[in-house]
């Protein structure tokens, strides 16, 4: 069973509109991060979310924390091209047992 | 500052074959994590080194090992390959690892025929 579950792990949508994807667990998180990895890259971190309900905003990018540390969603408003890749959200373990364990991805691509 | 890099980025080896992958850190960052990413599994940690020791380490076969040198460049190996080996090879780099941000490298892509 996966720690982290993603989805939908496809998406593929027209310039424009707007998207959300989602991240969810049975498990409470102190932080949670996502990431976007571009084709030939390595993941990117865009951003950290450590409160419960806390909401950040990367331009058009907007990142929400549930409100029991359960979950997260990234909305994209009008997206664009550039904002294809696979979006990646990834929790960092504690203390000694410290590794970053990932979901699987949301694989997007915005058609110009 | 430069960012991570990863030799080779491609490579090509038949079963049984072993492969030693490379990994330079930020400057005067001390933590090297390793992943392994493919399509079925998505990523996975492999292990990470700080100051020359394995740290931590993931769910893998004793044939992935790795070392960190004495400047944090880090090499990774992987003997008897097979081929669910075959995958994108990632490393990261921090500060001190812990819950410090994560810098990641460009990959290698492993085909194993």
């Known amino acids: 069973t996966q720690l982290l579950e993603q989805s939908p792990q496809f998406l593929s949508i027209q310039e424009g509109e707007n998207l959300t994807v989602y991240c969810n667990s049975s498990?409470?998180?102190?932080?949670l991060q996502w990431y976007r990895q571009e084709p030939g890259e390595g993941p990117v971190l865009l951003v950290t979310?450590?409160?419960?309900?806390e909401v950040k905003k990367l331009k058009r990018l907007t990142f929400q924390f549930g409100d029991a540390r359960k979950d997260s969603s990234l909305h994209i408003t009008a997206a664009q091209p550039g904002d294809t890749g696979l979006y990646l959200c990834?929790?960092?373990?504690?203390?000694?047992?410290?590794?970053?364990?990932f979901g699987k991805g949301t694989l997007l691509t915005v058609n110009p | 500052k430069a960012g991570v890099t990863q030799t080779p980025r491609y490579l090509i080896k038949t079963r049984g074959q072993q492969v030693t992958l490379s990994c330079s850190p930020i400057?005067?960052?001390?933590?090297v994590s390793w992943y392994q990413q493919t399509p079925g599994q998505g990523l996975q940690f492999l292990f990470e080194?700080?100051?020359?020791?394995?740290?931590n380490k993931g769910n893998f076969p004793g044939r992935f090992s790795g070392r960190q040198f004495s400047n944090s460049r880090s090499e990774m190996n992987v003997s008897t390959l097979e081929l669910g080996d075959s995958a994108l090879y990632l490393c990261?780099?921090?500060?001190?690892?812990?819950?410090?941000?994560?810098?990641f490298g460009p990959g290698t892509r492993l085909l194993v025929l």
């Open positions: 990261a780099s921090s500060l001190e690892g812990g819950e410090g941000t994560q810098y």
């Open positions: 498990s409470v998180f102190s932080s």
């Open positions: 979310v450590v409160t419960g309900g």
């Open positions: 990834g929790i960092a373990g504690r203390g000694s047992n410290y590794k970053l364990t």
């Open positions: 400057s005067g960052h001390r933590s």
């Open positions: 080194y700080f100051s020359e020791t394995q740290r």
